[in-house]
């Protein structure tokens, strides 16, 4: 005769196997959920830096700057950050004094933004976070 506990272990374990699966999922859910939620911030604290300076040559770099505080704000870790903010506020210096145009700053940020992520690949690094270009 067959013990009546041994189909309540199973339960058992079978009902502690799924509230792990379901804690595991919970916390891949929230971290998801909080990185979708540090992107947003980051997307509209860059809006609001194009929106108060404009896409006027004369403020370009200060918009840069504000972006770059942004970036520096919420990726601070990412390799990407340091490139990125040094090449932003280059680029933009060209553009305000003339010796480029904001297609070709977008072009040339893209390029050299997407050449370091084939470097960071082929030296196997952990992948930066994409920043928005000049807009």
């Given at each position: 005769?067959?013990?009546?506990?041994?189909?309540?272990r199973h339960a058992c374990a079978?009902?502690?196997l799924s509230l792990?699966?379901?804690?595991?999922?919970?916390?891949?859910?929230?971290?998801?959920?909080q990185a979708e939620a540090i992107q947003l911030?980051?997307?509209q604290a860059a809006a609001a830096c194009r929106k108060s300076f404009g896409v006027s040559r004369a403020?370009?770099?200060?918009?840069?700057?504000?972006?770059?505080?942004?970036?520096?704000?919420?990726?601070?870790n990412s390799p990407r950050t340091?490139?990125?903010?040094?090449?932003?506020?280059?680029?933009?210096?060209?553009?305000?004094?003339?010796?480029?145009t904001f297609a070709k700053a977008n072009a040339d940020l893209v390029r050299e933004?997407?050449?370091?992520?084939r470097?960071?690949?082929?030296?196997r690094a952990p992948m930066p976070q994409p920043q928005p270009p000049f807009s």
């Open positions: 005769m067959t013990s009546p506990t041994f189909p309540l079978l009902l502690l792990s699966i379901l804690a595991g999922c919970a916390a891949q859910q929230t971290a998801s959920t911030e980051a997307n403020q370009i770099t200060e918009r840069e700057q504000c972006i770059n505080a942004v970036t520096e704000r919420f990726y601070p340091q490139l990125s903010t040094a090449l932003r506020l280059e680029l933009a210096e060209k553009v305000r004094d003339g010796k480029s933004m997407v050449d370091a992520q470097r960071q690949y082929q030296t």
